[in-house]
């Protein structure tokens, strides 16, 4: 195709599976013996879900570093008409049995909340710290809002730079606890706006499964998504690498297929929705609507 010879490309092997053999050039540069197999290959998202045992339609995955990231897999080729998402062939995917990992991308997550730790809150002050100050604002900040897309261009709001935006600062009321559960429900907010893309897109989202790490060590952060989403959070006991390991443990034998790799994953806490999630709701309408008009002044800018 494209008139690049076949000669040039790899054969298409699973993702889960041999995929070649280490080499010498690659022995000497990892001290690893050469002909050792190499049983897995994935990109980061796609293998952190599989160290979430999220393989089949209706199963999503979650992080919230730098970036955050929602991670749904589905059974049809869909696609959003805005292409405010990604899609992949998930790990498990077969030609006659799609597995398809749509992926939402958030840039501006913890990077603004370690901007606030290291900006505003000062040397050693620990995020456990901050929890525990935000914790005892109201829902809602007291009327603080931030908009936290500050990294770059971000995809779901049609590649705009809105920047980071404070809205309603009262310097008579609003001390640096405010700041703090602003900045979480800032990028929490951001998560369940882009959601939204994912339900236009038919994806059911009751259960997330998210690692022991980054935001999601938040109770404030995690409440605050389960009770606008109606969705069920599990943090799980494990890491990527972890997952990838397994994976490359199938490929060798060591399991009988992805699932009993990774099913028995121990679920550390799980959150459920606020029965009455109107204090939520009611803060996350204000903030919406003070993306929607940043998005128009954009535009205009």
């Known amino acids: 195709y494209y008139g690049i010879s076949p000669e040039l490309l790899p054969e298409v092997v699973p993702a889960i599976g041999i995929q070649g053999l280490i080499n010498e050039q690659a022995a000497q540069s990892t001290g690893l013996p050469s002909g050792i197999p190499v049983g897995y290959r994935a990109g980061d998202q ?7 045992n999220v393989l089949e339609p ?73 929890e525990a100050l935000a914790a005892q604002i109201p829902v809602g900040s007291d009327g603080l809002r931030i908009l936290p897309f ?25 001390r640096r606890p405010h700041v703090y559960r602003a900045a979480l429900e800032g990028i929490a907010f951001a998560f369940v706006y882009g959601m ?20 999601f060590q938040s109770d404030l952060f995690c409440t605050t998504i389960s009770s606008l989403t109606g969705s069920t959070i599990e943090i799980l006991d494990t890491t990527g690498a972890v997952g990838a390991a397994k994976a490359a443990g199938v490929a060798g034998g060591f399991f009988a297929s992805v699932r009993d790799a990774v099913q028995s994953t121990k679920v550390l806490k799980t959150y459920l929705p606020d029965p009455d999630p109107s204090r939520y709701v009611r803060a996350y309408e204000i903030w919406e609507n003070d993306l929607l008009n940043r998005k128009k002044e954009t535009v205009l800018l």
């Not at 796609?46 to 979430?52: D, Q, T, Y």
């Not at 705009?160 to 008579?172: D, E, M, P, S």
């Open 46 to 52: 796609p293998n952190n879900a599989l160290a979430l």
């Open 150 to 174: 500050g990294n770059g261009a971000e995809r779901m709001l049609g590649n705009t730079q809105t920047g980071v935006q404070w809205i309603n600062l009262q310097l008579n009321r609003h």
């Open 196 to 215: 939204q893309v994912l339900k236009q897109m038919g994806v059911d989202l009751q259960v997330i499964r998210v690692g022991n790490d980054n935001l």
């Open 58 to 130: 209706g199963e999503i995955a979650a992080t919230g570093g730098t970036s955050g990231v929602v991670y749904a897999v589905v059974d049809q080729y869909v696609y959003d008409n805005e292409s405010r998402v990604n899609g992949f062939a998930h790990v498990n995917h077969q030609p006659d049995q799609p597995r398809v990992g749509i992926l939402l991308c958030i840039n501006g997550a913890g990077i603004l909340y370690r901007w606030v730790r290291n900006e505003i809150a000062g040397p050693g002050t620990s995020y456990q710290d901050m």
